[in-house]
């Protein structure tokens, strides 16, 4: 094992903390709600024994990948936005398939140990529509049963809300219902906030979005889920049981792991452990996927 894994090893087996990091005028923080745990050959189909033997590392002690799940907070002076609101405050747990148990609750404490209350949040921005990324949009408030985003428009690319029929099949009508008060449609290339762009890029959902966020002379790319687990982006073939459509997610995966190499970008994978923050170095060196410290 090298210095390099060593150095990685207990950060790819827990879910990340509150973690910021500067762009220019923009702040960015990692606001987390809870974990996820995954059994990975579920996950990962094209993935075997053998793999998760040589990679014990990214395993916790029951033998699942561990996840984090949460939102990125974008602030600008007294602006904020929200791309993504965690699960909610609720916990469940599988038998089998590739979810072995996800639970969230912590983001409003997290928000708010980040100086933020809800209704200074001024939009926000979702990568898709599964439950883990719109919970707390979709948690009515205690008493008055209204939003915990009130204030806040929901911005949602136009072919991931044209294509909620699917999510209505699969028992979320009531989510979906919840977020319809305050959606409104965006479209690619559309500037969301200053220095974040929206670009649409099916795979994962019908109308999966990424978002671009430029300033200090850095780009960093929230990609939402066309990532799932680090490792995937040493073997961007390796689509996930979750995606649409699983050739179209690997292209767009090889796409994107290029660009996470290019000098000046960042990248944020809201799932990936305790390493949601970093860059792809392919030297040689150990695995690509290199955590900033935040």
Same mark, same amino acid.
């Given at each position: 094992?090298?210095d390099l894994t060593q150095e990685r090893q207990p950060?790819?087996?827990?879910? /990340?903390?509150?973690?910021?990091?500067?762009?220019?005028?923009l702040k960015v923080s990692y606001v987390p709600d809870?974990?996820?745990?995954?059994?990975?050959?579920?996950?990962?189909?094209?993935?075997?024994?053998?793999?998760?033997?040589?990679?014990?590392?990214?395993?916790?002690?029951?033998?699942?990948?561990?996840?984090?799940?949460?939102?990125?907070?974008?602030?600008?002076?007294?602006?904020?936005?929200?791309?993504?609101?965690?699960?909610?405050?609720?916990?469940?747990?599988?038998?089998?398939?590739?979810?072995?148990?996800?639970?969230?609750?912590?983001?409003?404490?997290?928000?708010?140990?980040?100086?933020?209350?809800?209704?200074?949040?001024?939009?926000? /921005?979702?990568?898709?529509?599964?439950?883990?990324?719109?919970?707390?949009?979709?948690?009515?408030?205690?008493?008055?049963?209204?939003?915990?985003?009130?204030?806040?428009?929901?911005?949602?690319?136009?072919?991931?809300?044209?294509?909620?029929?699917?999510?209505?099949?699969?028992?979320?009508?009531?989510?979906?219902?919840?977020?319809?008060?305050?959606?409104?449609?965006?479209?690619?290339?559309?500037?969301?906030?200053?220095?974040?762009?929206?670009?649409?890029?099916?795979?994962?959902?019908?109308?999966?979005?990424?978002?671009?966020?430029?300033?200090?002379?850095?780009?960093?790319?929230?990609?939402?889920?066309?990532?799932?687990?680090?490792?995937?982006?040493?073997?961007?073939?390796?689509?996930?049981?979750?995606?649409?459509?699983?050739?179209?997610?690997?292209?767009?995966?090889?796409?994107?792991?290029?660009?996470?190499?290019?000098?000046?970008?960042?990248?944020?994978?809201?799932?990936?452990?305790?390493?949601?923050?970093?860059?792809?170095?392919?030297?040689?060196?150990?695995?690509?996927?290199?955590?900033?410290? /935040?």
């Amino acid at each position: 094992m090298n210095d390099l894994t060593q150095e990685r090893q207990p950060r790819l087996s827990r879910p /990340a903390g509150i973690r910021s990091l500067r762009l220019g005028d923009l702040k960015v923080s990692y606001v987390p709600d809870g974990d996820v745990r995954l059994r990975p050959l579920a996950l990962l189909p094209a993935t075997t024994d053998e793999v998760w033997a040589a990679h014990p590392d990214h395993l916790d002690e029951d033998g699942h990948l561990v996840g984090s799940v949460g939102a990125l907070l974008v602030e600008r002076d007294d602006r904020a936005l929200l791309i993504d609101t965690g699960f909610g405050p609720k916990a469940l747990a599988f038998p089998d398939g590739p979810l072995a148990a996800l639970h969230g609750g912590a983001l409003l404490q997290n928000l708010a140990d980040l100086g933020r209350a809800p209704e200074d949040i001024e939009a926000v /921005a979702f990568t898709h529509l599964h439950v883990d990324h719109i919970g707390w949009a979709c948690h009515p408030t205690p008493g008055d049963g209204g939003s915990v985003f009130a204030r806040a428009d929901h911005l949602i690319s136009g072919p991931e809300w044209d294509g909620r029929d699917l999510l209505e099949a699969q028992g979320m009508t009531e989510q979906v219902a919840a977020l319809g008060r305050r959606v409104r449609t965006i479209e690619d290339g559309q500037e969301v906030f200053p220095g974040v762009r929206v670009r649409i890029v099916p795979g994962h959902t019908v109308g999966h979005a990424e978002y671009v966020i430029t300033g200090g002379g850095r780009r960093l790319i929230a990609f939402g889920d066309a990532i799932h687990a680090p490792i995937q982006i040493d073997h961007p073939d390796w689509s996930s049981t979750f995606d649409h459509e699983p050739a179209r997610t690997a292209e767009q995966r090889h796409r994107l792991v290029a660009e996470l190499a290019e000098p000046g970008t960042i990248g944020f994978g809201v799932h990936l452990a305790d390493v949601v923050f970093g860059h792809v170095r392919q030297d040689g060196n150990g695995p690509a996927w290199r955590p900033v410290d /935040a």
